[in-house]
């Protein structure tokens, strides 16, 4: 059985999740999309992705509709999208109800964990109840902010050492490591060697 929480109501979610997604660069889908420019379903895309997002008022209307709903958004990429073009194999239904799961979490954690044909997000009453809980389910979808985007020409290579010194590995030893590794040479030989040497 499911009751609605006191957070947001199927509008506020539908309007918070088309505001982050547009926010990130999206532009919403409006014509040749039959039943996605509705209250309740939208369609949005950007240069890599295809997002639908589907709202329902209860976890069991969630459980009942989202095949359907699925099927849809693919019926939509086949048509609209070559299978050659990469967005092709890049689809993701964003599943969200205001509704709490009180029976139905076992079945909701299902289709989350179910990637067959579309990547699935899910979302229910307890899980959205502010701008940020949505903003949190949409990360996947969005690009980096702006505290990344500070990383310049750095690797993730490059920041390892300073993440393993917080864990009381030698700076010096994982900067060695991450040598051997570019240069493709084996590892434990390089740190033989580096014991010679001391």
């Not at 209307?61 to 967005?87: A, C, F, M, T, Y």
């Not at 389910?137 to 917080?166: F, Y």
């Amino acid at each position: 059985m499911s009751s609605t929480g006191d957070g947001f109501t199927t509008t506020d979610l539908m309007a918070v999740a088309s505001k982050i997604l547009s926010d990130g660069g999206y532009q919403q889908v409006t014509t040749g999309v039959e039943g996605w420019n509705t209250a309740t379903s939208r369609l949005f895309e950007d240069e890599y992705n295809v997002v639908g997002i589907a709202i329902f008022e209860t976890c069991a209307e969630l459980l009942e509709s989202w095949p359907d709903v699925q099927g849809s958004l693919v019926n939509v990429i086949s048509q609209h999208i070559g299978r050659e073009e990469s967005k092709s194999w890049d689809g993701y239904l964003v599943l969200l109800t205001p509704g709490i799961a009180l029976a139905e979490r076992e079945a909701i954690d299902a289709i989350r964990y179910n990637t067959t044909r579309l990547r699935k997000m899910v979302a229910k009453g307890n899980d959205v109840r502010v701008v940020t809980d949505v903003e949190r389910v949409l990360r996947a979808l969005l690009p980096l902010g702006p505290e990344h985007a500070n990383l310049k020409d750095e690797s993730a290579l490059d920041l390892i050492p300073k993440l393993l010194a917080e864990h009381g590995i030698a700076i010096e030893t994982s900067r060695l490591l991450i040598e051997a590794f570019r240069d493709q040479a084996p590892l434990m030989e390089r740190l033989h060697q580096r014991g010679e040497k001391a």
